[in-house]
C-alpha cells in the first residue's frame, strides 16, 4: 500500500510537470530593447514603434524598455550586447553600423557574426538633402558646384565616424571629386534639427529622419540613392538615373546576443514577424520611405550578416578609413 502510494505521487508530480516542461518560453522579465543609435533617429524610431505594437497588441507578458546607447558610433551597445551572453531577456535594433563599428575599432572585440538573428525588418533609404532656403540648389549637378565653390566650407552632418552616413559621404566625395567637412552628431533626429536650423549644410538623412520638416516645406530632397524611385518621393531622381553608380542601404534588423536559448529565440523571431505583418509595420514602411520585402530571419539571416559584413569590409578599403573616420 505504501509503495503504491509513492508512485501515485510520482505520477501525479509528473503530470504536473510535463505541460510546464513543454510550455512555450515568454519573457519572465522586462526585455532590454537596445537602440545602437541616439534619440530621434531611425533606428530610436522604428524600435520605439515596435516597443509601442508589442504593448498595444499584447504580444508580451514583460514590457520592452528601449535603450539607447549610440556611443562610439554604436561601439557601445555591441559591446553591452557581446557581454550579455546568453541572456535571454536583450535584444537590439541595429544599423550598418553593426558591420562597419567593429571593422573600424579593431579592439572593440566583438564579432556580429557570433550574435543571434531574431528578423530583419525593413531596408532603410537615403537621400540627399538640404534647406528649401536654398534657391541656389534645385538638382543635383547645382548642389555639387555649390559643394565644389565652398570647398572645406560646407558642412555634411552625420551621425558619427564610421557611420552609414559617413561612408556615403566618402562614398559621394569619391564620385564628385570634391571635399567636405564632416560635422557629427549624436543622433539622425538631431542631424535633421542642425540642417533646418543651418547650422549645417546638407545631410543624407533617412526619410523617416526628415520626413516631418518635408512635410513642413523646410527641406527639399536632390536624389535617392536606391535601385528605383521610392512612392514616398516619386518626383526624385535616383543617383543611378543621374548616372552616378550609388546605390546603398541600411538595414533595420533585430538580434540577440551569442548563446541565447532556442525557445527564446523562436519566441522573438515570431513575435516580430507577427509585427512586421501587421498593417501599421506595413503602413509605417510605405509612409516613411523604408523597403520591406519580407522579413528575413533565421539562417538566412544569418548568411546575410555575413554577406553584409564582407561588404562593408571592402567599401570601407576602397572609399579609406581615413575618409570615414575623419582621421
Known sequence: ???????????????????????????????????????????????????????????????????????????????????????????????????????????????????????????????????????????????????????????????????????????????????VTYIPFPGGGTVAKNLIGNQIDSTVNNPSEQMEFFRAGSSKPLVQFTGDRMPAFKDVPTAKELGVDIEYYMQRSVNGPPGMDPEAVAFYTNLFDELYKSQEWQDFCASEGLDCPGMMKGEELAEFHKSQLAAHIKLIEQVGADKITGE
Open 1 to 179: 500500500m505504501r509503495v503504491s502510494k509513492t508512485l501515485a505521487v510520482c505520477a501525479l508530480a509528473v503530470a504536473v510537470a510535463a505541460p510546464a516542461a513543454h510550455a512555450e518560453w515568454k519573457p519572465r522579465k522586462p526585455v532590454e530593447f537596445i537602440i545602437m543609435a541616439g534619440t530621434g533617429g531611425g533606428a530610436d524610431q522604428i524600435a520605439r514603434l515596435l516597443q509601442g505594437l508589442i504593448e498595444k497588441k499584447d504580444l508580451s507578458p514583460r514590457p520592452f524598455i528601449p535603450i539607447n546607447k549610440p556611443g562610439g558610433s554604436g561601439a557601445e551597445a555591441l559591446r553591452y550586447l557581446q557581454d550579455k551572453a546568453g541572456d535571454n531577456h536583450t535584444i537590439m535594433m541595429t544599423l550598418n553600423s553593426y558591420y562597419t563599428t567593429p571593422v573600424i575599432q579593431k579592439d572593440l572585440g566583438v564579432d556580429v557574426t557570433q550574435f543571434t538573428p531574431i528578423g530583419l525588418m525593413a531596408l532603410d533609404t537615403f537621400l540627399l538633402w538640404v534647406h528649401t532656403d536654398r534657391d541656389d540648389i534645385t538638382d543635383l549637378d547645382s548642389y555639387v558646384q555649390a559643394v565644389k565653390t565652398a570647398g572645406l566650407d560646407w558642412k555634411v552632418g552625420g551621425t558619427g565616424s564610421g557611420q552609414e552616413d559617413s561612408i556615403l559621404t566618402a562614398m559621394m566625395e569619391a564620385a564628385f571629386d570634391y571635399e
